[in-house]
């Protein structure tokens, strides 16, 4: 299992560790980081038979990490791509040439896991010892790091782009589209079933790669429909994994562990794309449901030796993570999802929008910056003065490292999250606005069911029901008489909910009322108005309208 250490330190942002200067840190590990991780990746002094562009996980012999794997490369070469994309490093250009070179290489091996395949001897040979396979993120994964920097190259290198990265993009998106639906072992390589984590960056991949090979007039009409009807299939596929009683992202269906893992995380950070804003079912990171994740993915942490002493709800996640749910936009929008999560920040906090220029609005930006810093501040405190960071830290003592030293995957992760603080963000995948949010035609002429969940806030006297009506029959047609009554879901936060199966594909018109002995009210305003996917699962979250 491979776990970067970014991922495993708990923290608060009110905690004595924080005292450490953060700057500082940043400021020492940077250098030392990015040296660490250059050095595992070939050619290498101490390590010839390292191929050039090959990455190690860790240069230890001790176990199970003096080899490559094509997620963790992937990984590693997408944070330098971006480094060197953004004009911070030119010098990086070689290196990114040598990954994509044996990349191409080692994706022609013939393995008995297809590209699936997740693991390589370092001198560009198939490992054929005992393995769980296949874990099929890593084409994903490899195709969006090829996909970014097929992008930059566009306008100035096109033969490079046609001849060097489209190759191994159109082998990894054919994959993609045919194995999608299949299980997997999951990121921890531990797990076979049908993961978020692999979904979710499967989706991505796709998506991208349509839009690549449509502007390089790579892919024909046929394929760009096959790929697109596939990525909305899996887009819908991902939104079975929220669970909405519960409020977190389940990481796997199908069986073995269903619940709370830090692959949920991983997936906002790895997804993440700015145009996308704060969409919840790409589970952008300053999403509802993100956020929400995030919030119960951190109290699950609270017991640890790391988090002796700290608030609760306030322990484990990354600062790529945290630092998402700080507002680029004019106000910041809080539901009855993500309502638990800003409660850390500011105590009794109501669902709304607050505005720049409202003092909540402030006093949380200040205080998720500083909650975002507490994370680094976990990770300053266990690195050694050598800098080096290992693969893990013990969850018992919180700075005792466990697995390899200098593993790769860690140093790219504390890279990727410095940037991130410094403001440095991936540039926009540019997704066309009829493909983010739609899932429509994920099955052409589809005649079946959407699951609808509701979850209305509002804050009634006691014996106040509400009740849910609109154009659909099954909404009871506007009628008082047949309209659907809400169930008390969370009285402490005044939630009310109701699930419906409702026709797919369907657009209609709602309104909430409520009723009190023999009196009717309808909410104010103007009807609600919602357009249903052609399958999968919603979760409409509204506010009463006084």
Not at 127 to 148: H, K, S, V, W
Not at 249 to 260: P, V
Not at 315 to 326: D, F, N, Q, R, V
């Amino acid at each position: 299992m491979h776990f970067p250490v970014l991922i495993l330190v708990a923290s608060s942002f009110f905690i004595p560790c924080l005292a450490l200067n953060v700057v500082a840190y940043i400021s020492k590990e940077s250098p030392i980081a990015k040296a660490g991780l250059l050095a595992n990746i070939g050619p290498s002094v101490t390590h010839p038979e390292v191929k050039p562009g090959v990455v190690v996980a860790s240069p230890s012999r001790d176990g199970d990490y003096f080899y490559s794997w094509t997620r963790d490369s992937a990984l590693v070469f997408k944070c330098l791509i971006d480094e060197f994309i953004s004009g911070r490093d030119a010098s990086l250009e070689s290196r990114i040439n040598d990954y994509v070179a044996s990349q191409a290489r080692i994706q022609r091996l013939p393995t008995s896991a297809g590209l699936g395949e997740p693991k390589f001897y370092v001198n560009e040979t198939v490992y054929t010892g005992t393995l769980n396979r296949p874990q099929r993120d890593g084409p994903a994964l490899r195709a969006a790091a090829f996909i970014n920097l097929a992008k930059f190259y566009a306008e100035t290198n096109l033969t490079y782009v046609q001849s060097a990265l489209w190759p191994v993009i159109a082998l990894d998106l054919a994959y993609i589209s045919e194995t999608w639906n299949l299980t997997t072992f999951d990121l921890w390589e531990e797990l076979s079933s049908s993961s978020f984590w692999t979904a979710a960056v499967q989706h991505h991949a796709l998506r991208h790669g349509v839009q690549l090979g449509k502007a390089l007039a790579s892919l024909d009409e046929l394929t760009v429909k096959k790929y697109t009807t596939q990525a909305e299939r899996i887009f819908c596929f991902m939104q079975r994994f929220w669970n909405p009683r519960e409020g977190y992202m389940s990481a796997n269906l199908g069986g073995g562990r269903t619940g709370l893992d830090a692959n949920t995380v991983l997936v906002s950070i790895h997804t993440f794309d700015p145009a996308r804003g704060c969409d919840a079912r790409t589970f952008q990171p300053c999403s509802s449901w993100a956020l929400a994740n995030l919030y119960k993915y951190v109290r699950s942490f609270a017991g640890f030796q790391a988090n002796y002493g700290i608030p609760d709800g306030q322990a484990m996640a990354t600062w790529e993570e945290i630092s998402g749910s700080l507002p680029q936009q004019a106000f910041i929008e809080i539901d009855v999802v993500s309502v638990d999560f800003f409660n850390v920040f500011y105590s009794g906090i109501s669902p709304g929008r607050y505005a720049a220029n409202n003092v909540i609005y402030e006093t949380l930006v200040e205080a998720i910056g500083a909650y975002a810093d507490g994370f680094v501040a976990v990770v300053a405190g266990a690195t050694p003065s050598s800098g080096s960071l290992p693969e893990q830290y013990s969850r018992l003592s919180g700075v005792t490292p466990i697995g390899a030293p200098d593993y790769s995957w860690s140093y790219a992760a504390a890279l990727t999250a410095f940037s991130r603080r410094e403001g440095f963000v991936p540039k926009s995948g540019g997704l066309p606005d009829s493909l983010r949010e739609s899932c429509v035609s994920s099955v052409e002429n589809y005649t079946g069911n959407v699951s609808v969940t509701f979850y209305l806030h509002a804050d009634l006297y006691w014996g106040v029901m509400p009740h849910v009506s609109g154009s659909l029959d099954a909404l009871g047609g506007w009628s008082t008489d047949h309209a659907i009554t809400l169930a008390p879901l969370d009285f402490s936060r005044n939630i009310w909910s109701v699930s419906l199966d409702l026709p797919a594909n369907a657009t209609f018109e709602y309104k909430y009322f409520t009723t009190w002995q023999s009196s009717t009210t309808w909410e104010s305003g103007v009807n609600r108005r919602l357009s249903l996917p052609g399958s999968g699962y919603v979760y409409q979250n509204d506010t009463l309208y006084a």
